[in-house]
């Protein structure tokens, strides 16, 4: 799986149309690459942080870091700054927990993420739950996917975030209420992790706000 850069913000008000303008004629154009590009846009729903997500793999944290350190993306950059606040970027790479190929581009789909920091000395107990006991458990569930266990490198929230994906929010709440991904979750937060959260995400056709949907 490739490394993953992500940059969460908020839209200032009053400049929604030069934002979106922006984003559609120059960032997402002008950023994207064959070894460097976009995966998915996502607006917060429901939970922490800025509310807009936009979403990049690259093949290697080297081409990454070629990538943004150009000076046409700190141009992009900068520019989108002037539109948006509470700017934070992250990146990830995978845990190696789940089997996949390539991240590729998501439409239509909506995401649970849970994020959080590790215990200290739990590592390997962690890693045995999660393998063993916590990714079977998901992957009973016929209408979730596991996508993905991400370690955070640099920035983002917290050290590490489960990624699952759905096709209908309903099912959101279906997941939410059943037993067994209850249990899995209060033994990893009893036992393994700390300042745990999670949040809801919608898939957008671009980095901005979708219609309002209530789940």
């Not at 209408?143 to 309903?170: H, Q, R």
Request: aromatic share 16%.
């Amino acid at each position: 799986m490739p490394i993953l850069f992500t940059q969460h913000w908020d839209i200032i008000p009053g400049s929604e149309s030069e934002y979106a303008q922006f984003i559609t004629d120059r960032y997402i154009p002008e950023t994207a690459g064959k070894s460097f590009y976009p995966v998915g846009g996502y607006y917060v729903e429901v939970g922490f942080g800025p509310k807009v997500v936009a979403v990049y793999a690259a093949e290697s944290l080297a081409r990454l870091t070629e990538v943004v350190g150009t000076p046409k993306f700190k141009e992009l950059t900068l520019t989108l700054k002037s539109l948006v606040y509470n700017y934070v970027s992250g990146v990830y790479e995978p845990t190696g927990n789940v089997k996949r190929g390539n991240y590729s581009i998501q439409k239509g789909v909506w995401k649970f993420n849970q994020y959080y920091d590790l215990k200290p000395g739990v590592k390997k107990e962690y890693a045995d739950f999660i393998i063993n006991e916590h990714i079977p458990t998901m992957k009973k569930l016929d209408y979730l996917e596991v996508t993905g266990g991400w370690n955070v490198l640099f920035g983002g929230f917290s050290e590490i975030i489960a990624e699952f994906t759905f096709k209908d929010p309903i099912d959101i709440g279906r997941l939410l209420n059943n037993e067994d991904f209850r249990r899995v979750t209060l033994k990893m937060r009893n036992e393994y992790v700390i300042n745990y959260k999670s949040r809801i995400l919608r898939c957008t056709e671009r980095f901005d706000e979708p219609k309002w949907f209530r789940l």
